[in-house]
């Protein structure tokens, strides 16, 4: 039988050694999110909007807060209802954390959306939703910011239209930077988990 | 006579065709509700619809005394991009399945002539190909409802491939 090169007990600190030295690396490492991970690839939450009480805001109100950008508009009867449906569970689901976090649900309808109308529209699905309207520029500016985009299809006789628009919803953590993009058929686990990992720690990394 | 005979088969699918048009008797719905929006702004619908037959039926459209405009609609999501597209029919295959569910197969639901709130039920009239209705009652949900409420939340978001559920017998 060889000889031992490390007794037992200076192996074992060299084990703790190395799982310190691991350690302290984590606190640069990307956070474990099951979604995708876009931190350092978009830029951080700015925008000028009025919110749906009226008031304007900017994105520097929401730091602090976990934040859920999503675009949609309110004539839109089957998937922006169900996305922000679907974020009210995960914010249920999140318990009291929620309270951390804003779902911030930007017009993308600047004709036919005002502040009252997004008032009644996101209360009916969360009381941590907020409406953001803006005019088309300011819609644009945000929308084109995270790359995404909006497009009016043309209407019929009546003035009905819809308006085509990027489905996604992206995570924001309390310092404003971008962190998880989640789609719509993302399992609400994974949202789950994504956010608790946000809320649970600062803002610090 | 090749003739008469071909007016007779014609004769037979007039009076099946007259038979059929009251009432769809191999289409059941069920999982039949409306998410209801505040104001006036157009609702979805959704149901599960049946086709106990060997043939598939088309379902074109549906009526209503309380909403002004019913649309058969699609949404889809191609690209990270949502859009709504109108639909002129949709098949409920021989034996299988067709689901309105959100984000596929909807009605969108435009001007309610009164208020619906949820609890409320609304009957729309369904209408298919063949001429056949059938009067199905739509429950009202809440905006932020997932399902009709009969069965249990499903936890996993809703993909987009659930529009059209068909199954061999």
Known sequence: MKPRHWPRPALLLLLLAISLLLGGCQRGEPLPFRLTNITGHMPDLDFRLTDDNGKAVTGADYRGKVVLLYFGYTHCPDVCPLTLAQLHVVMQRLGPLADGARILFVSVDPARDTPSIMHAYVNAFDPRAVGLVGDARAVEALSKRYRSAFTREPGDADGNYEVSHSSAIYVFDREGHARVLATPSASHDDLVHDLHLLLDNGADR | ?169
């Open chain 2, 1 to 169: 006579m090749k003739l008469s005979r071909l007016s007779l088969l014609c004769a037979g699918l007039l009076l099946a065709g007259i038979a059929h048009a009251a009432d769809a008797d191999h289409i059941h719905a069920s999982h039949a509700w409306i998410r209801v929006l505040p104001g006036a702004l157009p609702a979805g619908a959704y149901v599960t619809l049946e086709n106990d037959s060997g043939a598939p039926i088309a379902l074109r459209g549906a009526g209503s005394t309380i909403y002004a405009d019913v649309m058969l609609h699609q949404s889809s999501t191609a690209g990270g991009v949502s859009r709504m597209s109108m639909v002129d029919s949709l098949d409920v295959p021989a034996h299988g399945k067709a689901a309105l569910a959100p984000a596929g197969y909807h009605f969108m639901l435009m001007q309610p002539k009164q208020p619906v709130k949820p609890g409320d039920t609304v009957t729309l009239t369904l209408q298919f190909a063949d001429g056949s209705t059938l009067a199905t009652d739509f429950i009202a949900r809440p905006a932020n409802a997932l399902d009709a409420g009969d069965t249990h939340a499903d936890h996993a978001m809703p993909g987009m491939d659930h529009g059209l559920m068909s199954h061999d017998h």
